[in-house]
Every structure is written in C-alpha cells, then in structure tokens.
C-alpha cells in the first residue's frame, strides 16, 4: 500500500462518523417519537458516506425511513470507502486491472451461490428446530468424503451423480437418527435450558464426526476428479468436424473473466438442487408443512401437522443440503477431516445476514459474503495475508449485521421456536 | 460422621493427595506422570473457569480458548521482544529507565539467521560480551497476559451484551477463529505456524524445601500451577457464595426478570466476562511458559472441544466437578493412546480415543445432564437433606 496513512485516516474518519451517526441519528428519532427500527443502520451509513453533511439534514428533518434511502447510504459508504482504497493504493491489482476485478467479482458470484446455498441447511434447521447446529461443517465435510469415496477410490467409473446421491442418502439418515436420538429431550421439557443443551449436544457430535472421520480415512488431504468438463464452442472445419470439443480448463469469458470448472459445474447444480427445493417446498404438503412449523409451530400442530416429525426431516434435511454443498465442492479443494469449521462459521455468518429463517435471505448473504471474501483476498496488498485473514472477513459482516441490522438483511421480526432471541 | 461432609472432606483428602503426590511418587515414570497433572491442572482452570461462565452465567462462550491465546501470546511476545541493557545499542527502539535501557527487538519473524539479524542480536555482536542483557521477568509477563486477558475479555463481554444463546457461541467461535487467523497471518510478529518460543518457568532454577530445583524439573511448574487452580476455584466459590454468583444465576435463568429485579445485568454480564478470562489467560501464560513454545494450533476449535467436554462431562453447573472432571479426563486421554490390535486390525487410538471422547460427551449430556460427578456430590448432600426433613416431618406427625 503506497498511502497506508491516507487509507486508515480515512477509515478511521468513517467509523467516527459512523458510530456517531449510529447513536445521535437514534436518540435524534427517539427525541422526537419517530420510529427508530432502522436508525442504526441509516445513521451509521449516512454518517460513514457524507460525514457531517448528511448527518446533519437527517437530524433535522427526520423523514421517514426507507428502504431506498439506506440502499443509497450504504452504497455511498461502499463508494466512498472504495474511492479512499482506490486513492490510497493506487497500483493495486484492484485498481488498475479491469478483467482481474471482473473476475474476482464473478467468482465471487459463483462461490457466493454455493455458500448461500450451504448456509440454507443451516436456515432451515435453524427456523424449525430453533437451534444452530454445530455439526454443519462436519456434514459439509461428510458429503464431500463420501463423494470422493464413491467417485475416486470405490467406483472410478460410476457418474459422479451416484456418489452424490449416496452422500445425500447417507447424511440425511445420519441427520434423522442423530435428531431422534438426542435432540427429541429439547420439544418436551425434559431439558432445563434447550437452546443450549441444542449448542452443546451438537458440538459434541460435530466433534465425534470429525474425529471419527479422520479415524477412519486418515488425516491425509484427498482430491476427488472434477465431476464434467466444459465443452468447447468451435465452428466445424475440416480437419476437425465436430462441433463440440471437451476441455479441462477454464471457462474463459470474453478473453477476461476466467471460471473455474469445478466451482461452475458446483454452482448451477447448487441452482438447480435450489430450484428443486423451492418446489418442494412450495407446492407439495409435506414442504408446506414445513414452512407452517417454521411460522407458527402450535397453530400447525393444530392444523394437524406433527412437528415433531416436522423437527426431525427439518434437520435431516437440512444436514443434506450441507453434504450437497460439501459433495459439489469435493472436486474443488482438497478434502480434509478439519475442512469443515471454515465453512460452518460461513454459514453461520450468511444466516445471521440473510435473516433467521429467510431463504431469499440466505442466498443474498452467500452472494455478498462470497464477493466481501473475494474483495478481501483479492485486494489485501500481501496474498500470503489475505488467504489467511479468509475467516476474519465473513466476521467483520458479522459483526456489523449484529451491531446494525440485528434481524438480518430479509428477517422476520420474530420466528416460532426456542430461539436464541436477541 | 455426617453424611453431608463427605464431599468437603473428600475435596480435602484430594487436595492433600495432590500435594503430596510428587514427593511420594517415584516410579519410572514420574516425569510423564507430572507432565499429565500439570496439563491436567490446566485444562482445570479451563473447565472450571468455562463452567463459571456457561453453567452458572449461562453464557455459553466458545472463545474460552481463545483469551488462553491472548495470556499466552502476550507473555510469549513480551519476553521474546521486551529485554534490559545498561548501555544503549542505538539500533533498536529503545527508552531509557533509570540506568538501565528498554530495548524493543524489531519483529523479523523467521529468516534465515545469516541474513537478516534482530537488533539486539547485532548490537551483541558489536559489544562481544561485554554487556549483560537481561531478559524480562517471567512473572510479569504472566501478570501482563492475564490484565491483558482480562482487557480483551472486558471488549468481548461489551460487545456480546445483547446476544444471547447461539448468537453468542456464534460471535466468540468466530472471535477466537479471527484471533487464530491473526496469530499464523502475522508471521514478521508472532512466528505464524512456527509458534514462538519461551523462557522457563524459572529460568535459574528454584530452591524449594531446602532442594534445589533444575529449570527442567517438573515439581516447581507441579506446584506453580496447582496452586493457580487452588486459587481459582477458591476465588470462584467465594464469587458463587456470594450475592454474585447468585446475580450471575439469575442472569442465567431469565436476564430480563433479573433486570427487572433491579440487578444490574449489564454489569455482571461483563464481570463474569472478565473474571473468567482473567483466569483462562493466566492459565494460558503459564502454561506456555511450562511447554515453552505457543503456537496457533493451541487456539484450534479441538482445544475448545475439549475443556467443552471436560466440563460437561464434570459437570457444567458445578466448577469443582469440572475441574475434577478435566483431571480425570486428561488422564483418560493419555491413558487412552496406546494403540492396540485386534487380530490383523491396528486400532490407533491417538484418534480414536477423541472419538470415545465425542461419544461420551453426547451420552452424558443426553442421560446426565448435570454431568457425571456432579449426582455424586449430590448424592451425599441430598441424602442428608432428606434424612432431616424426614426426621422433621415424623416428629410433626407424633405430637
């Protein structure tokens, strides 16, 4: 970074103004008995964007808050904040490559749809059962070990479909005799305090899982071969006839935005699974039933819904939809026992952001979570540094969600369950 | 005798068995045996600061191990970067006190030693022996990581004010994975996956009981950290007796009936924050010292399962019982590693003990949610609750 001091000058200019904005833009509206749901994010906003310039209009003439105006605030302070990058170093790869931002942003996308769509497994037990499972990595970690075993080491020959499958069948077992084994104490009253007896007893069994993977494959990283190649676009001519070729490589876009294979393939199957889900969720009883349980839990029941069997398909279901992500990714990274925890933490993170319980919410999340990792490990002047700095990212929106944004980008106020409310 | 003191004593004749253990002890294996108590220990002010947090405050914190990082890097750094010279080197940052110079080592991290040398490194070479540096205090250093602890554990406790259950395990899982990611990025400062080194516990060695004790000797640490758990689990029943355990409990089982009651739920909230990572720093620093080298990998999210699984299966609501637990268990670990082999089969228990591990804390936890020692205690203390109001009830019933 050429002007480090420019640069945290100007953060630390932000963040003043931010914060101020976040307390004054609240006491400003509660002052005059206006409705402050959203003050803290606007205040922050308009305050990190314009400084006093905003700030001071907002106090005075405290219009209603709306949607667009901290849609604009926000991308202000994103503006803002990236004009201040931009001026501070001004031979960053960020700043002067064109196709090298393309591409970040673009495989960001991609990566974003694929958290997005782990972190739905995670919504879904969340909004149902009212518990965060712990054990999400480690069944993202499952699926990809048992797609590898399947794919590489058992049948070499077999689509790569069947070992999918396989990964899904198992950990939705897994998942269903692992809630009706130890998470049925919770419904009924026999634990004294059940949203952290859910913390813990899925703690330990992300443990068991993962000790007892490692113990049985080894420690040892694995690689599984990528699932399809892309076919290759090119005019028959004659010594070459045929229309379409397969390749190994990348994807490239206009000669600049270069799509991994894996990551590709990984994401329009996380679409196609979504959209799939979506339906069933939508238009058949037992996904109904399932959105019922998650909205009202006693007026189901009253409806004639067990939800007790709702909890456990929730969970089973949900810890699929991990092993899918974990199963689809395996041809991407290299596969360990501990792969998990990074992940898990993700997901959490996109949860928190999307919204408790919201679908739309948690793709939103995964798509901008994976594009604040993408800017992160893109745009952090030492490489070696940005890789490893990968969790603190997905942190720092954290944070922000719950200091600004408690309920989350598309959040319901309140959900049914045992909730760790706030 | 009465029933209901069997858990004093029995807590009496243990802390006795422990002080006398490493004189009485002398088989072959005594080093590893000490070595096994002394992590013991640790992993006991772990557990049982943890369970103060979690069982009593209910405040479930996965960024136990995390502050343990925080007492420990920061005593390691001090002593690595931190050193006293009488003469000036005027080559690294440096403040005079009093005749003698604070001398602040520049961070080079690893390279390769031929090429780059730290300053002081330098200066020694110019001087050949003529100057003696001293190094920092080991105590103060473990002093400093446990303030230090307890500064970060005042941030965390501040921010985590307004969540509750899994947004709060969430934001301190989250919080000791950043401070991991910062400890292997940072590798000019802190050595990154190397890990940095430390002096001993007592570097000159120790005269204890008219016998001196070599640096390397495990009885001084023996008793060092013994003595802090002593410490902290007295200081945490005396909190737990008084008006702030009871605070803090009720902080536990309902914060905005607490509130309303008129305690001062923001202020406990924090200062069992604080307390408990006060002692999982100080915990943390001396045992560096006592292994003598801290890397990222003590932070991982395994070293957090464990003292997670010490308490619980100690018993979460009851910091003897972790603290007992967490001894017990670590001894089960080691106990645990020899591999064995049924008939072709190599069974390696160096992983598969953490899978009984695993086992046993889901089990407990769905059967015996109080943990396993914990209906013990109580037991005997039940047993005599009953006895008398039995003995009440019949003397009513026979006027």
Known sequence: MEFPVFFWAALGWMMFWGVLGSIATRYVYLHKDLDTSSTRLLGSMMGAATGPIGLVPLWIKTPEITTRLIIFATLGTLGVFMTAFALADPGNLCVTNGSFVASQISNGVIIGIIYGFMALGLTLIFSILGVVSFAHGEFYMIGGMVTYFMTTVLFPEVTPIVGIAAACILTFMLGALFERLFLTPMYDGRVDRPVEYGILITFGLAFTLQYFVQATVGANPVKAKRFFDFPRLRLPSAEDPWLIKTSRGNMELFETISISNPRFTAAVMCILVFIALMYFLRHTWTGKALRAVSQDRQAAAIAGINPDRMNMLAFALGSMIAALAGAMLVQAFSWLPQVGAIPALRSFVIVVLGGLGSIPGAFLGGIIVGLVEAAGTGCIPDPQKAASYIPAYGMIVLTLTLLLRPTGLLGRKFASGTHGKF | ?399
């Open chain 2, 1 to 399: 005798m009465n029933k209901k003191n069997i858990p004093q004593m029995a807590g009496a004749a243990l802390i006795a068995a422990f002080a006398i253990f490493p004189f009485v002890y002398s088989a072959n294996d005594y080093p590893y045996i000490m070595h096994i108590l002394i992590t013991g220990f640790f992993y006991a002010i772990l557990a049982s600061s943890w369970s103060m947090l979690a069982g009593y405050a209910g405040q479930f914190s996965f960024g136990h191990m995390g502050f343990m990082g925080i007492g420990a890097y920061t005593t390691a750094l001090f002593s690595h970067y931190l050193y006293l010279t009488p003469v000036p080197t005027n080559l690294c940052t440096e403040f005079p006190i009093g005749d003698m110079y604070l001398i602040i080592l520049d961070p080079i991290g690893i390279t390769s030693s031929t090429l780059t040398q730290d300053c002081l490194r330098q200066a020694l070479d110019i001087w050949d022996g003529s100057v003696q540096v001293t190094p920092m205090p080991v105590w103060l250093g473990i002093a400093l990581g446990t303030m230090m602890g307890g500064i970060f554990g005042l941030l965390i406790g501040l921010l985590v004010l307004p969540l509750r259950a899994a947004y709060l395990a969430l934001f301190t899982l989250g919080f000791s994975e950043i401070l991991r990611a910062t400890v292997s990025a940072e590798i000019a400062v802190t050595r990154g996956q190397a890990g940095i080194e430390l002096p001993y516990l007592f570097d000159n060695g120790i005269t204890l009981f008219g016998h001196q004790f070599d640096k390397t000797d495990k009885l001084p640490p023996y008793f060092a950290m013994f003595f802090l758990l002593l410490a902290c689990l007295g200081i945490l029943t005396w909190l737990a007796k008084s008006k702030f355990g009871l605070f803090v409990r009720a902080l536990r089982e309902d914060e905005d009936a607490a509130a309303a009651l008129g305690v001062n739920t923001v202020r406990y909230k924090v200062l069992v924050f604080v307390i408990t990572s006060m002692m999982a720093a100080a915990a943390g620093a001396m045992m560096a010292h006592y292994i003598r080298i801290i890397s990222p990998n003590n932070l991982i999210i395994l070293q957090m399962s464990l003292v997670v699984a010490m308490a619980v299966i100690g018993g979460v609501e009851h910091f003897v019982a972790a603290a007992l637990g967490a001894i017990l268990l670590e001894y089960m670990l080691e106990y645990l590693r020899n591999s064995f082999e049924i008939g072709p089969i190599v069974v390696d228990m160096t992983t598969w003990r953490l899978v009984v591990f695993g086992i046993l804390l889901m089990l407990t936890l769905r059967f015996s949610p109080k943990g396993l020692l914990v209906p013990m205690i109580d037991y005997f203390k039940r047993g005599h609750v009953r006895k008398e109001t039995m003995a009440k009830r019949n003397a009513e019933n026979t006027p």
